[in-house]
């Protein structure tokens, strides 16, 4: 695979998101050299097994975000249960107890928003299913800071509310299904799409 002119890949889902996280993951290989970053609504106290079910079942290594963790690629990290994820300007992980964002801790918006500051146009921006508008002024900023932005095509989402906001909000790059959207991810770093 060829050096990535993307050094993040932030993804935001919710309700149904799941099922989506687990087909989109089966398209990336453990080699992918674009780390991700991945916030998906859940209950609060629930002690999730979310980074360990999809670990076993995706190629890439797939874990719970733990605070001041530096970013590696090979890996897709997921926000802990009833924490904000942010992203630090020496590309580490950082979890935050601040208030809820959107009703939500951990908030899309709060991942996107500090992800385009420190990535820019290296950044890409991914909204997939939801029930909330959650991830969708994060995802304009991605796109006001020049990275690239995909959403899951709402006619194809379990929940079509957040993609649609999303849409709604940001002149998106792309509307895909999941299908697209992984074979998308694999040509972008010169893989077989």
């Not at 006001?144 to 999303?166: I, R």
Request: charged fraction near 20%.
């Amino acid at each position: 695979m060829s050096d990535p002119q993307y050094d993040a890949i932030v993804i935001g889902s919710s309700a149904g998101g799941l099922r989506v996280l687990l087909e989109l993951l089966a398209f990336i290989p453990s080699s992918y050299p674009i780390p991700i970053i991945i916030v998906q609504h859940l209950l609060d106290g629930n002690d999730s097994m979310l980074a360990e079910f999809l670990d076993e079942k995706s190629a890439i290594s797939v874990k719970e975000a733990a605070d001041k963790e530096p970013i590696m690629k090979g890996f897709a990290y997921i926000a802990p249960p009833g924490y904000h994820l942010l992203i630090e300007e020496n590309h580490s992980l950082s979890l935050s107890m601040d208030p809820r964002v959107n009703f939500s801790r951990p908030s899309i918006d709060v991942l996107f928003d500090s992800a385009a500051y420190v990535y820019e146009e290296r950044c890409i921006g991914i909204v997939l299913t939801g029930a909330s508008g959650d991830g969708s002024q994060g995802l304009n900023k991605i796109k006001l800071n020049g990275g690239l932005t995909l959403v899951q095509d709402p006619v194809t989402a379990e929940f079509s509310t957040m993609p649609k906001a999303a849409i709604q909000a940001t002149a998106v790059d792309h509307i895909m299904t999941i299908d697209e959207m992984g074979h998308y991810l694999l040509s972008i770093v010169g893989g077989a799409s």
